[in-house]
């Protein structure tokens, strides 16, 4: 028995050992595979449309959870799988897969599904997906083990609108200890099938293999240019004498090198002068539908195809030409869209010099503008220069403005121009010092006119804006930044030797330059610190270690292709060779916090001390803190508007506990049917229960434990068991401890945090004085984007005993931003950066992943109506409260139960909820709001016609009481609040109204078709804008209210009780009159019956006694003939003589 122990212990060693190495040396992989490959390699992720085949698996499902034969079900299956491997570079993968399943280890793969540019069938929504992957096998030659191979699978479910998703792999808690990592997975709508050579090829270009051919050592970096991660195929060009480019739906994860289907021309002209000619494809800028290149002065655009944008085209077939009479010059993104359309800026050259275009993409269509001018011509007419030209321009689509850097070619000065678009108008904002000011040692210096300069000259070359945090950056030889586009700070930790070459923006609080030698810079928004980090010596000293490590991303050979930004931080992409010569390119991870770590121990002050008469060598900590958490934060989905689904796969009946593809399609089938059911929830009636899944297992629940107990008995119908408890909606997830990335906060909404912070302990602080470590030290300060619309409050708390300091950070909004729009819909973007005084890029802390900067957060603020929530009608409420008020309720004769009815006579009071589809809150609707009837038609919704604009006044307003025509009324008319337009304002206090169907209204004098009552279907529409003042959400809805027991008009009524009086005097006299000659006629009818009786009897009794004689004579004739037959000589008879 007890080497029965020492064997398990010692084989819990061996796999804790495992999970450990596991840790460090094994990454997530994952890859789609089409429905029918499942298993295979990387596939190429275009295809759109579901297959409905995965229905006919359901039929087997008889006896279960599932209903095959409801009609509303939507059992389909998406067109890819995720395939979820483990990449090692030690050990074997598929070894080490084995051991981490058989551990227990289970992939949670969260998909978030990212928003359209133009949301067209779908509301704005933050929403994501959790599935738990299934293990499978993987088919293949096995000699000595029964699991050759294996992966874990789920489905790729895509949404209505969207086309990127993030995918986010972690572990479930058990098992092997891998790093979560997170992939950028895409729909490519530029590859189609050829059907010819039966392979995907790419529509815009020629794929091309061999990157020697094209790519080298002496590469240089360029901008990788794209609209905010609305992008779902990325494109990088330049290089050399090559039409070629860079493309990837993966964010560069993966790539494929293209030759695009463009002819190499060259226009050189006295309008559009040319130096040289190249084929290289200088200016590449990706939308989330098109791709835009330039070479030389030609423009070019392709769109793809994207059925799940639902575009007004199919996508292009070649490469379109734009601006043909235009010399461009240069190409400048715009990052963020407006009114659902993304842009791209296009600088005049040659005879256009000075003048700039507006390219607009919207659901696949491209226009072009002309000129953009001011009333008095051009920038540089309006500012009076004889000749300039336009360096840079940004377009803030938050204020519809154009910010240039305009150049005077004739004196050589530099200026910032403000284009207001409405207004058509320039206005100069900011002209730059001709020479680079001197700096000085904090790092930064305020330009207010009194500086001094030195003898080089400030020579900018491009503009940078953050619409989160409102600063302007000028970038060239200096870095200027800018609150206000009028009074500016020279950051001098930038040397002006140095020329950049492209800014890149996170848009989370971080940001780098890229110069022409290669160098790079970075630096936190809100700070004064520009710090290279390439080339430098703490990047070389990282750099030395990986390569001793063997690391795969690190080599003594590599050019830098691209520096840019994901969601997981500055990336490079690069060109390496081995020393085999061998060539591929890689997306690296920047090792920010590495590089600035070892710069603080490389950089930090030290000297010798001694304590406890020991020798020790003290480094200054720069840090003014130890430790800082973020505690206390309210519940994450209020604010952040993520809504969240959880599933798992269904339970298959083999013993293994290994899936197979017709237990993958039922895992399809379920998730597709919890996404169609999620996308369909939008009726206008509340639910009972509010939740999507609802109506989905309200007919099975109650049967739950029975399907489990078949399933137990491994019974279950088609192999596999499907737990309705394994498809939800979660409303309950809990916060971090880390500031979202992103709020939302509504009209007066606060959201409340605590910011904990200590100083370090008598060990940490060994040798340092009180003032160098005190509570003195730490003092955290915010910077607000838009201080107008909301503000930040903070309470400090000294915990003094503990050697630490609390800080109560309240964000709340003002009330002042002046929009009320749909959910979701143009909100207004900013942010609050939250730091400790002193910490910036000093302060760090060590975690199982590596170290990480601390000190400094940023978290953007959305102010408006935030996604998620709705306006329902509570119809169960309504009946409930109508029926109270009334005393009585009287339903249609034949009942619906998805629409009951309203008697006619009875005072209507609709109530309506606001449901919370990320919360799961449903509560009363207690604003103000516009109640309208805006179609109708009676007996049935066939009937149902939509009234004019004319017709709605007349009929709900206070109008129509003039004409006659009102449909209602109020039922308290003491309180009579309209609007401008004479519409009633309905509030949650008084909300009951009377169906009055006035003498021309539509519901007037309704015709009745048998003895029920008339009944009449009313569209309504309710509405809040402009007359609710407690929320910036414009709240509209729609819904049909069936109302029976309609009035018949005065003089239809008067003439059908005539007529009724009329038949009711007429049966009475027909009654007298029956009493009255009823006697006689009686008398009369029964002589009359005698008589007819009598003469019926006679004449039968006369012919009675005719038959009796002429049977008589007939049988004497017979007689007689038979004696004359008998006696021919006897004598005639008398008889025959008289005859």
């Not at 808690?173 to 050579?197: C, M, P, T, W």
């Not at 500016?488 to 070459?501: A, D, E, G, N, R």
């Not at 798992?648 to 506990?657: C, F, G, I, R």
């Amino acid at each position: 028995m007890m080497w029965h122990t020492t064997v398990l212990n010692s084989c819990l060693l061996l796999l804790f050992i495992k999970s450990y190495l596991l840790l460090d040396d094994c990454s997530w992989t994952v890859v789609v595979n089409k429905f029918g490959g499942i298993g295979s390699g990387r596939h190429l992720f275009f295809t759109q449309n579901e297959d409905r085949k995965v229905a006919e698996v359901f039929k087997e499902l008889g006896d279960s959870a599932i209903d095959p034969n409801d009609k509303n079900a939507h059992y389909f299956g998406f067109p890819y799988f995720l395939k979820i491997n483990l990449s090692c570079l030690v050990q074997n993968s598929a070894r080490a897969i084995r051991s981490a399943h058989y551990t227990g280890l289970i992939p949670e793969v969260t998909v978030t599904f990212q928003e359209p540019v133009h949301s067209v069938r779908q509301k704005r929504e933050q929403l994501q997906i959790m599935m738990r992957a299934a293990p499978s096998r993987i088919e293949g030659r096995c000699d000595s083990e029964e699991v050759c191979e294996m992966c874990w699978f789920t489905p790729m479910p895509m949404m209505n609108g969207s086309v990127m998703m993030e995918v986010f792999v972690a572990i479930d808690g058990l098992g092997a200890l891998v790093e979560d990592k997170r992939f950028s997975i895409n729909i490519n709508g530029f590859a189609k099938i050829d059907k010819e050579k039966n392979d995907i090829v790419y529509t815009i270009g020629t794929k091309l293999t061999n990157l020697k051919d094209f790519l080298s050592l002496n590469e240089v970096s360029r901008p990788l240019w794209a609209t905010y991660r609305q992008a779902p195929v990325l494109i990088i060009g330049h290089v050399p004498h090559s039409k070629i480019i860079l493309l990837s739906d993966t964010l560069f994860d993966d790539f494929s090198a293209i030759e695009v289907a463009i002819d190499s021309c060259w226009i050189g002209s006295l309008s559009c002068p040319q130096k040289n000619f190249s084929s290289s494809i200088m200016d590449t800028i990706s939308t989330e539908s098109t791709l835009f290149i330039r070479q030389n002065q030609l423009v070019y655009y392709f769109t793809g195809s994207y059925s799940a944008l639902h575009m007004k085209n199919s996508g292009s077939v070649l490469w379109t030409r734009i601006l043909n009479n235009i010399c461009v010059k240069q190409l400048n993104p715009v990052h963020f869209a407006k009114n659902d359309t993304e842009y791209v800026i296009a600088l005049g050259g040659g005879w256009q010099e000075g003048e700039f275009f507006l390219i607009r993409v919207k659901d696949g269509i491209v226009k072009v503008s002309d000129s953009i001018k001011s009333r008095n011509g051009t920038v540089c007419r309006s500012l009076q220069f004889p000749k300039c030209s336009i360096l840079w321009i940004i377009f803030v689509t938050t204020g519809n403005q154009f910010v240039l850097l305009v150049k005077d070619s004739i004196r050589g000065s530099y200026y910032v121009v403000l284009y207001y678009q409405a207004q058509k108008t320039f206005e100069l904002m900011y002209q730059l010092p001709r020479f680079v000011p001197k700096g000085s040692d904090k790092g930064f210096l305020m330009l207010v006119g009194a500086e001094q300069y030195t003898n080089r000259t400030l020579i900018p070359r491009g503009l940078a804006f953050n619409p989160f945090t409102m600063i302007l950056y000028i970038w060239g030889n200096v870095v200027l930044q800018s609150h206000d586009m009028v009074n500016y700070v020279y950051l001098s930790s930038f040397p002006s030797t140095s020329f950049i070459k492209y800014f890149v923006h996170s848009y989370q609080g971080h940001y780098a330059c890229v110069t022409d030698k290669e160098e790079i810079w970075v630096s936190l928004e809100g700070s004064s610190v520009l710090i290279q980090l390439h080339p430098s010596k703490p990047w070389n000293l990282y750099s030395d270690l990986q390569i001793i490590r063997k690391s795969p991303e690190y080599g003594n050979m590599e050019a830098m292709i691209s520096v840019f930004y994901d969601p997981d931080g500055l990336k490079q992409l690069l060109y390496l060779e081995d020393e085999h010569g061998k060539a591929r390119v890689i997306k690296r991870r920047v090792p920010l916090n590495h590089v600035l770590t070892y710069r603080q121990l490389i950089s930090a002050p030290y000297h010798q001390m001694t304590y406890e008469g020991k020798e020790y060598i003290r480094f200054t900590h720069r840090c003014p803190f130890a430790v800082m958490r973020i505690v206390d934060q309210p519940a994450p989905q209020r604010f952040t508007r993520m809504e969240h689904y959880s599933t798992q796969p269904p339970d298959v009946m083999d013993p293994t506990k290994f899936h197979d593809p017709k237990s993958l399609s039922v895992y399809q089938g379920l998730i597709f049917q919890l996404l169609w059911l999620h996308s369909a929830y939008n009726r206008p009636y509340a639910d009972p229960v509010h939740d999507p899944t609802w109506r989905w297992w309200k007919n099975k629940e109650q049967d739950a434990e029975y399907y489990f107990y078949v399933a137990a008995n491994r019974n279950s119908s088609g192999g596999v068991y499907v737990n309705m408890k394994n498809y939800v909606k979660v409303y309950n997830l809990r916060a971090q401890h880390e500031l979202p990335p992103q709020i939302y906060l509504d009209k007066n909404n606060t959201y409340t945090f605590w910011v904990f912070l200590s100083i370090r302990t008598a060990k940490q602080s060994m040798g340092e004085s009180a003032a160098e470590n005190s509570l003195n030290s730490m003092w955290v300060t915010v910077i607000l984007s838009h201080p107008k619309y909301f503000v930040a409050k903070l309470e400090r708390q000294e915990l003094i005993s503990r050697g630490s300091v609390l800080y109560e950070v309240t964000v709340a909004d003002t009330g002042l931003f002046p929009n009320q729009d749909l959910s979701g819909k143009n909100l207004l973007k900013g942010s609050i950066i939250l730091k400790v005084a002193h910490s910036s890029v000093n302060c760090y802390h060590y975690t199982s992943k590596g170290p990480r900067l601390k000190g400094y957060k940023t978290m953007g603020v959305n102010v408006g109506c935030p996604p998620g929530k709705r306006l329902a009608f509570d119809i169960t409420g309504t009946l409930q409260y109508t029926t109270k008020k009334n005393k009585r309720y009287f339903d249609c004769v034949n009942p619906d139960p998805e629409m009951p009815c309203f008697f006619f006579s009875d005072v209507f009071n609709p109530s309506f909820l606001i449901q919370d589809m990320v919360t799961g809150h449903s509560g009363p609707f207690e604003g103000s709001y516009i109640f309208k009837v805006i179609g109708g038609g009676p007996f049935s919704e066939k009937e149902i016609r939509y009234f004019s604009n004319q017709e709605i006044l007349l009929y709900n307003s206070v109008h129509g009481s003039i004409t006659q025509s009102l449909i209602w009324l109020r039922e308290d008319n003491s309180d009579n609040q309209t609007n401008t337009e004479g519409f009633h304002i309905l509030s949650g206090a008084n909300f009951g109204i009377m169906f009055v169907c006035q003498k021309n209204s539509p519901c007037y004098d309704i015709v009745p078709k048998d003895m029920t009552t008339p009944d009449y279907f009313f569209v309504v529409k309710v509405s809040n804008r402009d007359v609710d003042q407690t929320t910036y959400c414009d709240y509209a809805l729609e819904f049909t209210i069936h109302v029976h027991g309609l009035r018949l008009s005065p003089s239809r009524a008067i003439f059908l009780m005539k007529v009724s009086l009329g038949s009711l005097v007429g049966l009475v006299l027909a009654y007298m009159f029956i009493l009255i000659v009823g006697p006689s006629v009686k008398n009369v009818f029964h002589s009359m019956y005698k008589r007819v009786e009598n003469a019926i009897v006679f004449r039968a009794g006369s012919s009675a006694t005719f038959s009796s004689s002429f049977s008589s004579q007939s049988s004497l004739s017979n007689l007689h003939s038979s004696s004359d037959h008998s006696n021919p000589s006897s004598p005639p008879s008398v008889h025959g003589e008289k005859l």
